[in-house]
């Protein structure tokens, strides 16, 4: 790219950074429907914080496809009315936002304190071995992606699994886990009950 | 202004309401480091390293952040300043490469600087260094077309992303992923494409952002001598510094290792743009002239003599013809030169003069942010203020006038063209009408001045070689009408001569001497005939600048490194962190 007619300058590359990068992925644009989804959550903050937005449009993002591509981060910048940097920036920042492809359930086993303590690791282990993946892996069918999250904010419920960023499943177990597997299988989001555990 | 009083370090100092510590502390000659703070890019806190102790205040504050408020008693060499000051150096060396051997700020780095002066003897990070993309200078990696960045060498101090976002307006630069991990970086890799890209190197307060320019081509001790001068880039006039590489004459390689801004809060601030810092290269370019040319009997062209060169002159414009002789003059002139040349028009034509000289400059749009608060402006000449001064081209916003000879020339009805153009290739505008009316004959004679060989050099028939504007003093008035001096910092190739000395000197071939023996001469019969016109206002009074020697090289260049110069050196004795409760832990002690 030339700046200006007295300035030639070329792009040669001397040496491509090692930085693991987002695939660039299909083309991308909000269906009308997110796209009115995100007008209508962008309406709640003042104009000029218009870019505040940028969370709950990769939000959207993912509800549409899973995960963030290039093509989707360069979507919601031009949406949002921001840079593209920024909005890798804040991708990159959470780590709720998937910069790989991810199964139809991302099943997210708290490691922090109180769930350790409770044996979070038993039920990484036994949710694994069950699906055949390793943590952070996403299994043949494409179905469940197991991850390990820090605190997720129910500690006195310990352990704490989350799916999909919004149902909790709370005092959890290698066998609950086993149920839950199932569940979702047989019933799909059904099973998602968002279930707080009431029982003492 | 309302003022504050307050103490530091036992001092009374009396600064502007709303300063901060920090700032009062640089400007009463107080150290205290400091990274993320940039007087041009404002306050941040992230960096930390600006902590002092403030009297009342639980803890130590960062004084970049803190106001100043009367009364306050700020203390920056308390014992417990020093230790968490040091400590906060250690930290910011843990991952640090330390390859300043190879580094291209090493000698004029902040980080080298203070953490010599206030950090620890010697690092306890015992464990592998973290990195990005390869170790050493392999790690540097693509960062748009003019810069290389080093993320090994970052210390996170957010300035580059602070400097895309608030002055270039497009925030081009993010921090990706975060805590240990974070890495400056653009979308995908895709780099910096900005027309003030360069500035991001000057802000970076490590090596981590270099330009491609000036990468391993010069050490700062290399480079002894720089003179403040102006850019002549665009009509904008930024202030700069030209660095220049000590080299005895019989080496090789070019002299200008670099062009930095220098700060001027009316026309430039702290910036530049790319196209002045990186566009020089022509002037110890190839295609220099350096010695006058004529074309022969047999139709090249022949570098020969100052005397034969301005006697082929004589005798090819015969006296009969003074009537028909037109100037195409660029708007790269100076005032200087721009006089001189109406001085010779009023010889050679008469009361025709002014109409007899058609000025021209380029114009192209540069692609910036609409929000940058930096716009380099679209013409590109520096001088269009100075045309206008002397009459040559009118109205709020002038447009190039060179076009009007062409129906003259191609007409047949002009003798011979005088063109001078001391900018570099082409930036008089487009002279290929020029060019054709000489080859088929219509026009007689084309005599062409200026530094490089261009198509209308190429085509004249007598070339007088001059000076590109480093090469001399000569003043200019930018696009705010104010008047400014370029000064000389290197000497021009070979037997080319500054360009109003040139126009004298055709003047007395042609036996109407104008009169003058040196610019200063020139700048004193402007004064005298046009006082009063704001755009020349003072020029006889200006003053140039030379190159400033080695002792003082530093003083010359952009704020961090004179500020480094000013304070930072002054004091003998580094105020070093002593590890006190911890004796035996020093290098060759350690069991
Ligand atoms: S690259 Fe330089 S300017 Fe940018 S954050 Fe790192 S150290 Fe600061
Ligand atoms: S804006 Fe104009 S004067 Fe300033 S550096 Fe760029 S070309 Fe030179
Ligand atoms: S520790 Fe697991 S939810 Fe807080
Ligand atoms: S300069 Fe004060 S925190 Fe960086």
């Known amino acids: 790219m030339s700046f200006h007619p007295q300035m030639p300058y070329g792009t040669p590359q001397w040496h491509r950074s090692e930085r693991v990068l987002a695939d660039e992925g299909p083309p991308f644009a909000f269906t009308p429907e997110n796209r009115q989804k995100l007008e209508e959550i ?39 009315g921001c840079s593209r940097a920024h909005v890798e920036d804040v991708a990159s920042y ?17 490691r922090t304190l109180a769930c350790a303590l409770n044996g979070a690791e038993h039920v990484t282990a036994e949710l694994c071995r ?24 129910a500690c006195d419920r310990a352990p704490v699994v989350m799916v999909n960023n919004e149902h909790w499943h709370e005092c959890q177990s290698p066998e609950a886990i086993q149920a839950l597997i199932r569940d979702l299988r047989e019933k799909g989001v059904a099973a998602l009950t968002g279930c707080h555990h009431t029982k003492e | 202004m309302e003022k504050v009083t307050f103490t530091i370090d036992g001092r009374q100092v009396s600064v502007a309401k709303g300063t901060t510590v920090l700032q009062a502390a640089i400007e009463h000659g107080i150290q205290i480091p400091y990274y993320c703070y940039h007087p041009g890019l404002g306050v ?22 803190v106001v100043a408020t009367e009364g306050m008693v700020v203390d920056t060499r308390s014992p417990e300043v020093v230790e968490a000051r040091a400590g906060v150096f250690e930290f910011l060396l843990i991952n640090h490469p330390l390859d300043c ?20 003897k010697e690092s306890r990070m015992e464990f592998p260094r973290r990195t990005f993309d390869g170790e050493g200078v392999r790690a540097d990696v693509d960062f748009g077309p003019t810069l290389m960045l080093n993320r090994n060498r970052c210390i996170m101090c957010t300035r580059c992303a602070r400097f895309m976002r608030d002055v270039a307006g497009d925030e081009q630069i993010g921090i990706i992923d975060r805590g240990y991990g974070s890495e400056i970086a653009t979308f995908r890799e895709e780099g910096v494409h900005s027309v003030l890209s360069g500035n991001l190197m000057d ?39 030209v660095w220049i590489k000590a080299k005895p004459e019989w080496a090789k390689g070019s002299q200008l290792a670099r062009i930095t801004p220098r700060y001027n809060a009316d026309v430039n601030q702290y910036w530049m743009c790319d196209i002045g810092r990186f566009g020089y290269h022509w002037v110890e370019g190839a295609e220099r002239l350096s010695a006058p040319l004529v ?36 708007a790269h002139a100076s005032h200087e030169e721009m006089f001189a ?53 009118e109205g709020e916003r002038p447009t190039p006038t060179v076009a009007s000879l062409r129906a003259e020339v191609e007409a047949g009805r002009v003798k011979a063209l005088y063109v001078l153009d001391p900018g570099p290739a082409g930036a008089i505008g487009d002279l290929s009408w020029a060019v054709a009316a000489r080859k088929d004959g219509r026009l007689p004679l084309l005599i062409a001045q200026g530094p490089v060989a261009t198509d209308v050099t190429r085509a004249a028939d007598i070339v007088l070689p001059g000076c590109a504007w480093v090469e001399k003093d000569a003043s200019y008035a930018n696009m705010q009408g104010r008047l400014q001096a370029a000064s000389q910092g290197i000497l021009p190739p070979g037997d080319a001569r500054d360009d109003w000395r040139i126009l004298a000197d055709v003047a007395a071939a042609l036996g109407v001497p104008l009169g003058y023996d040196s610019a200063h001469e020139v700048r004193q019969a402007i004064a005298a005939t046009l006082g009063s016109e704001p755009a020349v206002a003072g020029i006889a009074a200006l003053e140039f600048r030379r190159p400033a020697p080695a002792a003082t090289w530093l003083q010359a260049s952009n704020p961090m490194e004179r500020l480094k110069w000013d304070f930072l050196f002054q004091d003998v004795l580094p105020l070093k962190f002593e590890n006190t409760r911890d004796p035996g832990h020093r290098a060759g002690e350690k069991t």
């Open chain 2, 203 to 241: 802000v970076c307060p490590v090596g981590a952002i270099t330009t491609r320019d000036y990468r391993f081509k010069s050490r700062p001790w290399d480079n002894p001598n720089a003179v403040d001068t102006i850019c002549t880039g665009c009509e904008k006039g930024c202030n700069i510094t």
């Open chain 2, 341 to 393: 040349l109406g001085r010779l028009a009023m010889a050679l034509v008469g009361d025709a003069a002014q109409s007899s000289i058609g000025v021209g400059w380029n114009v192209s749009a540069k692609p910036q942010a609409g929000a940058t608060r930096f716009t380099v402006p679209d013409v590109d000449a520096p001088n269009v203020g100075g045309a206008r001064a002397f009459g040559l081209v």
């Open chain 1, 130 to 153: 069950q699906l055949g993946v390793a943590p952070g892996g996403t299994d043949a069918a494409g179905e469940f992606t197991v991850m390990e999250m820090e605190c997720l904010g």
């Open chain 2, 101 to 120: 051997p190879v580094c291209d700020k090493g000698g004029e780095c902040p980080l080298q600087d203070f953490s010599y002066a206030f950090g620890r």
């Open chain 2, 44 to 65: 941040d806190g992230s960096c930390r390293v600006c902590l002092v102790k403030i009297e009342k205040m639980p803890k130590l504050q960062v004084s970049c952040s």
């Open chain 2, 295 to 330: 074309r022969k009997a047999d139709g090249a062209l022949e570098a020969t003599t100052w005397d034969a060169a301005l006697k082929a002159l004589a005798d090819r414009l015969g006296r009969a013809d003074w009537g028909g002789v037109r100037f195409a003059l660029s």
């Open chain 1, 42 to 80: 962008a309406s709640h903050y003042p104009p000029e914080r218009r870019v505040s937005a940028v969370l709950p449009a990769l939000y959207l993002v993912q509800e549409q496809q899973t995960h963030l591509t290039g093509n989707a981060m360069a979507h919601v910048a031009e949406v949002i």
């Open chain 1, 94 to 110: 959470y780590v709720m936002f998937f910069t790989k492809p991810v199964g139809k359930y991302v099943l997210q086993v708290c």
